[in-house]
């Protein structure tokens, strides 16, 4: 079955402007997971969303946003970028909640921010 | 909220010795836990997890890890490394409470050297 999708694979931004990232669940699985991922920080999470219900939030300033759809799918926005915002952003699925259950990641979505 | 240390950002391995990585956790309740590899340039793949029952699990690519609740730790283990182990690898943690995300540590990066 299809993996974890991700779109897009790279995408160079400016300070400033938005970005919107997707994650296509694998089918089935109803709880998507967003982390960030930079060099010496490891995956730092972001957020989670279950049958589209938030129902976890990192640490992370009100800037950084995200839904999901009926269909499982997510969305994560990013407003008003700063050039740290600059990291590789991985979608994960799973069945169930994510900490009691096995996380399937997608190849991630990189953003470069100038 | 819980936490994972992984105290070893980089480790080199000659080629057919055993490899030992660390990881180290903080939640007040039953833990889940997992490893995680991510090759270059590719997302992250499920090595092991824990749940309940034997201490010592087996995962993919001979890797074996082992809960120690009295140390809060959660070792990978493998008695021989090949070349083709050299990648990142990221200790997490989750349970089976709800609201609980999937944490990860900042990762060690293995190197084998021939």
């Known amino acids: 079955k299809a993996g974890v999708t991700q779109t897009p694979r790279y995408l160079i931004k400016t300070r400033g402007q938005q970005v919107t990232l997707s994650c296509s669940p694998i089918s089935g699985h109803r709880s998507v997971s967003w982390y960030q991922q930079t060099p010496g920080q490891g995956l730092q999470f972001l957020f989670e969303y279950f049958s589209e219900t938030q129902r976890n939030k990192g640490n992370f300033p009100g800037r950084f946003s995200g839904r999901q759809f009926s269909n499982s799918r997510s969305e994560m926005n990013v407003s008003t970028l700063e050039l740290g915002d600059s990291a590789l952003y991985l979608c994960?699925?799973?069945?169930?909640?994510?900490?009691?259950?096995?996380?399937?990641f997608g190849a991630g979505s990189r953003l470069t921010v100038l | 909220a819980q936490s994972v240390t992984q105290p070893d950002i980089h480790i080199t391995v000659s080629e057919g010795a055993s490899l030992e990585l660390r990881c180290n956790y903080s939640?007040?309740?039953?833990?889940?836990l997992f490893w995680y590899v991510q090759s270059p340039g590719q997302g992250l793949q499920l090595l092991l997890k824990?749940?309940?029952?034997?201490?010592l699990v087996q995962g993919i690519k001979g890797f074996e890890a082992e809960f120690k609740r009295s140390q809060s730790s959660f070792n990978l283990r493998k008695p021989s490394v090949h070349w083709s182990d050299a990648a990142e690898y990221f200790c997490a943690v989750g349970a089976i409470q709800a609201g609980t995300a999937l944490i990860f540590g900042k990762g060690t990066t293995l190197s084998v050297s021939s």
């Open positions: 939640y007040g309740a039953t833990p889940y």
């Open positions: 994960a699925s799973s069945l169930g909640l994510a900490g009691a259950n096995v996380l399937t």
């Open positions: 824990y749940f309940s029952g034997d201490t």
